[in-house]
């Protein structure tokens, strides 16, 4: 019913109950563990170029325009404090993650609700396959692995794009860029990093996967799945970018 206000509770409890079904069908490695290697290469190998890409202009952007914001007198070295601070801790992991739910996660809903609207899903079932363990469970784990390492990637794409930028289209040498970036540095500014990109990953194949795996019959109920998919991921990931910084944010001081 268009405006029912307990949608948004039943919404929560449909995510429950299928984040149920993934759990249980973890207990069939025998189904997920091959298909897992594929989705490995699908999620993360095949968007490493598009990774690195978002990467390079972020580096490149956030360089030029935190020199020029500095007014007369502040050490250049802040430069390369400034672009380590906010592709580690924040734009590498963040739009890493939004860039590959248009990529992967529209991809999966598309995937998923294709089955579910040729009914190939059913003739899973009929064949004794669990569909859960044999198409989200490969989906999610593999968006677990591989999200951190694009994103990994990433920051480091991004680091070395910011000094590349800094030491050639500005004033900053070399030295300068070298110093800010040691500066107020913490292993865990690493670690926060990973960790944003981990839950960012299983947000996009949880989502994705459940609006896939519910979609309604027809193209059109594809067409819908996917976008809602992308919107939902898209709200999560700022939701939970936001609660990890809450949480968090206060570790990260050197």
Same mark, same amino acid.
């Given at each position: 019913?268009?405006?029912d206000? +307990?949608? %948004?509770?039943?919404?929560?409890?449909?995510?429950?109950y299928?984040?149920r079904?993934?759990?249980r069908?973890?207990?069939d490695?025998?189904?997920y563990v %091959?298909?897992t290697?594929r989705q490995?290469?699908?999620?993360? #190998?095949?968007?490493? @170029?598009l990774a =690195?890409?978002?990467?390079?202009?972020?580096? /490149?952007?956030t *360089?030029?325009?935190t020199?020029?914001?500095l007014?007369g007198g502040?050490? &250049?070295?802040?430069?390369?404090?400034?672009?380590r601070?906010?592709i580690?801790?924040?734009l590498g @992991?963040?739009?890493?993650? &939004?860039v590959?739910?248009g990529r992967v996660?529209?991809?999966?809903?598309a995937?998923i609700? $294709?089955?579910?609207?040729t009914?190939?899903i059913?003739?899973?079932? $009929?064949l004794a396959?669990d569909p859960?363990a044999y +198409?989200?469970?490969?989906r !999610?784990? /593999?968006?677990? !692995?591989?999200l @951190?390492?694009l994103?990994?990637?990433?920051?480091?794409i991004?680091?070395g794009?910011?000094?590349?930028? *800094?030491v050639t289209?500005?004033d900053?040498?070399?030295a300068d860029?070298? /110093?800010?970036l040691?500066?107020?540095? $913490?292993?865990?500014?690493? #670690?926060y990093?990973?960790i944003?990109a981990?839950?960012f990953?299983g947000?996009? =194949?949880?989502?994705?996967?459940?609006?896939g795996?519910?979609a309604?019959?027809?193209a059109?109920? #594809?067409?819908?799945?996917?976008a809602q /998919?992308?919107v #939902? $991921?898209s709200?999560?990931i700022?939701v939970?970018d936001a609660?990890? =910084?809450?949480l968090?944010a206060p570790?990260l001081q =050197?």
């Amino acid at each position: 019913m268009i405006g029912d206000p +307990l949608s %948004p509770f039943r919404k929560v409890g449909d995510w429950s109950y299928f984040l149920r079904d993934i759990g249980r069908a973890f207990r069939d490695p025998k189904t997920y563990v %091959p298909e897992t290697i594929r989705q490995m290469r699908n999620i993360g #190998v095949d968007s490493l @170029p598009l990774a =690195a890409i978002v990467a390079g202009f972020i580096g /490149a952007v956030t *360089a030029f325009q935190t020199r020029y914001q500095l007014f007369g007198g502040v050490q &250049l070295s802040v430069v390369g404090l400034i672009s380590r601070q906010s592709i580690i801790l924040e734009l590498g @992991p963040l739009l890493t993650g &939004l860039v590959l739910t248009g990529r992967v996660g529209a991809r999966i809903t598309a995937e998923i609700g $294709t089955m579910r609207v040729t009914e190939q899903i059913d003739a899973l079932e $009929t064949l004794a396959y669990d569909p859960v363990a044999y +198409l989200v469970v490969p989906r !999610l784990i /593999a968006a677990l !692995l591989m999200l @951190p390492v694009l994103t990994i990637l990433a920051d480091a794409i991004g680091v070395g794009t910011a000094m590349f930028t *800094a030491v050639t289209a500005t004033d900053v040498t070399t030295a300068d860029f070298t /110093a800010g970036l040691r500066l107020s540095f $913490t292993p865990f500014q690493i #670690v926060y990093s990973i960790i944003k990109a981990t839950i960012f990953g299983g947000a996009i =194949a949880f989502f994705c996967s459940y609006e896939g795996y519910t979609a309604n019959v027809g193209a059109e109920g #594809v067409g819908r799945s996917t976008a809602q /998919a992308v919107v #939902v $991921t898209s709200v999560a990931i700022l939701v939970f970018d936001a609660l990890i =910084a809450l949480l968090l944010a206060p570790y990260l001081q =050197a």
